[in-house]
């Protein structure tokens, strides 16, 4: 049982918690992006201070063992904030029970064309873009191994823009090579709106042969290793019914050992009117809670049990996180709503799966 947390180290998180609505303001004074990379950088510079030293590692509530590991809590960062793994101590210690980052390609990448992030505030909603900026496979690794934290850490992998799709397998391979010594789970990105031709590696047939590609890789690692990773993909709110069906069969026959749902949606619905909704890219916050939802409980219909689900979209409370829980997902992950809502969101998702499960 871990020793309950000293009073200033509840101190130092209600401190963290409460000054976010002050350091959100000034944050949006600044367009997405920079405001993005400042986060990014204040949370890499408070990782290695005496501050977050005061906090403690994680919020303990309904611990669950998946895939071998132990999650503290329910609730992890979903890949895209911490895209190169430079913060992990800094996100670490907000109480996430797990931090994924990326997504990382095999090479380093710049991303699309500036501007390529956007708040529609009106809906706490994101639009971007950003296609995979990243620093590459290796820096992003070694920005792992120099992490103190130490939670539960996932690696989100994707192929480079320039990849042609009869290629891609090369280049998750590539990816899972390298973050194997050091990720505790992998996810393979095949639903990322923002590079061209990604999301055609969902179709069953490429979806097939990919996983079957990476088992044979996983195998091999983990002889030469001797240590399993598991490996989860990660896929769109944006599929039909019947798409959904045909996924949900062909990773329980190939025994695929999780499934992360769902990525931004390319639906407008809800921000159509807003500024900035007609911009190209994923949409996650708000507008997507109930979509990511019904998803993922289809999703867990048809698979009956097969394997985890974690589910991300749209969770910007406690009940949200909740909701996904009740569709079947097993754990969760949030992203824009830790935008909106700053670093009291965990606690209270993560205090509100435990409350939900007891």
Same mark, same amino acid.
């Given at each position: 049982?871990?020793?309950?947390? *000293? ?8 401190l963290?918690?409460?000054s976010?609505?002050?350091m ?6 600044f ?16 990782? *290695? ?53 990326g ?43 120099? $992490? ?9 992998i ?16 590539t990816?899972?090579?390298e ?33 079957r ?13 001797g $240590? ?14 019947t ?25 407008r $619905?809800?921000?159509e ?44 409370n ?17 992203? *824009? ?8 969101l ?5 205090? *509100?799966?435990?409350?939900?499960l007891?």
């Open positions: 049982m871990p020793a309950a947390p *000293s009073l200033l180290s509840r101190a130092a998180r209600g963290l918690e409460h976010w609505p002050l959100r303001a000034g944050l949006f004074e367009d997405a992006e920079t405001a993005h990379h400042l986060t990014i950088r204040g949370l890499k510079v408070a990782g *290695s201070s005496g501050f977050l030293r005061l906090l403690p590692e994680t919020i303990e509530a309904a611990p669950v063992k998946l895939w071998g590991l132990t999650f503290p809590n329910r609730v992890g960062l979903a890949a895209g904030l911490d895209k190169t793994g430079e913060a992990i101590d800094g996100f670490g210690a907000m109480g996430f029970g797990f931090v994924e980052i997504t990382l390609t095999p090479r380093p990448q710049p991303g699309n064309d500036k501007p390529r992030l956007f708040r529609i505030v009106n809906r706490e909603a994101i639009v971007n873009r950003m296609g995979f900026n990243n620093p590459g496979m290796t820096e992003g690794m070694a920005n792992v191994a120099r $992490r103190t934290w130490k939670g539960i850490v996932g690696v989100n994707g192929k480079n823009f320039d990849t042609p799709n009869e290629r891609a397998v090369d280049d998750y391979l990816c899972l090579r973050a194997w010594p050091l990720a505790d789970y992998v996810t393979v990105n095949l639903s990322s709106p923002n590079t061209k031709g990604l999301r055609d590696l969902q179709q069953e047939e490429s979806c097939r042969a990919l996983i590609a990476l088992h044979a890789e996983q195998r091999a690692l983990a002889q030469t290793h $240590r399993h990773v598991p490996v989860l993909i990660k896929i769109a709110p944006d599929l039909e019914d798409h959904i069906d045909g996924l949900a069969r062909l990773f329980a026959e190939e025994k695929l050992e999780g499934v992360i749902a769902t990525n931004t949606t390319l639906s $619905r809800h921000v009117d807003e500024r900035y909704g007609d911009e190209r890219g994923g949409l996650s916050g708000a507008p997507l809670t109930q979509r990511a939802t019904e998803v993922i409980a289809r999703f867990c219909r048809v698979l009956d049990g097969a394997m985890p689900l974690i589910g991300v979209g749209g969770i910007m406690g009940a949200d996180a909740v909701e996904k829980l009740r569709a079947g997902a097993a754990l969760v992950q949030i992203y *824009s709503g830790l935008v909106y809502r700053g670093p009291a965990v606690r209270e998702c993560a205090e *509100s799966c435990a409350a939900a007891t």
